[in-house]
């Protein structure tokens, strides 16, 4: 926590020795120079739906993964609805933290993102996360197979008329679980969710 405030504090600093006295949207990055009056804010584009994402985002590394699936090279609007609401963006190049995290691929780079959650998504979260989703993904949108479907953005409306009263059992399972073979686009892993 202390190493974080340190760290706004200097960027904060950087900022203001630029004579600029907003503060920092999201997007906005520090590009740091020798000189620190030369140091400046870039404004970098993030999508705020599913379409922007699709058509007007350029990644930065090699896998694309949205609410904990991988993308297609090519999303389509069936992988990525025009409308999903996106509320998060995480950049991250960096091997070893990305083999904590258990992704899949860990010697590549990912462009995360992560949308809005449904009531259901949020039931399951806050009353198993605690019993069943290993501490390192507790940060992370995760997956859902529901009675052995994989919910995807474009169906997560299907989510919206379960009744919390209906689930049975909830289990984590990391992506490489024999009874995930079936899904490659896992990054982490997927909640198991069973309703009656």
Not at 33 to 52: T, W
Not at 118 to 128: A, K
Not at 165 to 186: G, H, I, M, Q, Y
Request: net charge neutral.
């Amino acid at each position: 926590m202390l190493k974080h405030c340190i760290i706004f504090i200097l960027l904060l600093g950087v900022y203001k020795a630029n004579g600029q006295n907003s503060l920092l949207l999201k997007g906005d990055k520090i590009v740091l120079d020798d000189n620190p009056r030369h140091s400046r804010v870039e404004s970098e584009y993030i999508p705020r739906f599913g379409a922007g994402l699709r058509n007007s985002y350029n990644k930065k590394f090699d896998y694309l993964i949205v609410d904990g699936l991988i993308m297609p090279d090519k999303p389509t609007a069936n992988d990525i609805p025009d409308s999903l609401m996106l509320i998060r963006k995480l950049v991250m190049n960096h091997p070893e933290a990305l083999e904590t995290t258990g992704f899949k691929y860990p010697l590549r780079g990912i462009d995360l993102f992560e949308s809005e959650t449904t009531h259901f998504y949020d039931f399951i979260v806050g009353n198993y996360r605690d019993k069943t989703l290993p501490l390192k993904l507790w940060g992370y949108r995760i997956p859902m197979l529901l009675n052995g479907q994989l919910i995807v953005p474009s169906r997560y409306s299907v989510l919206n008329d379960l009744p919390t009263t209906s689930v049975r059992s909830v289990a984590f399972k990391a992506w490489d679980a024999e009874e995930l073979k079936a899904f490659d686009n896992l990054a982490f892993g997927a909640f198991i969710v069973t309703t009656q």
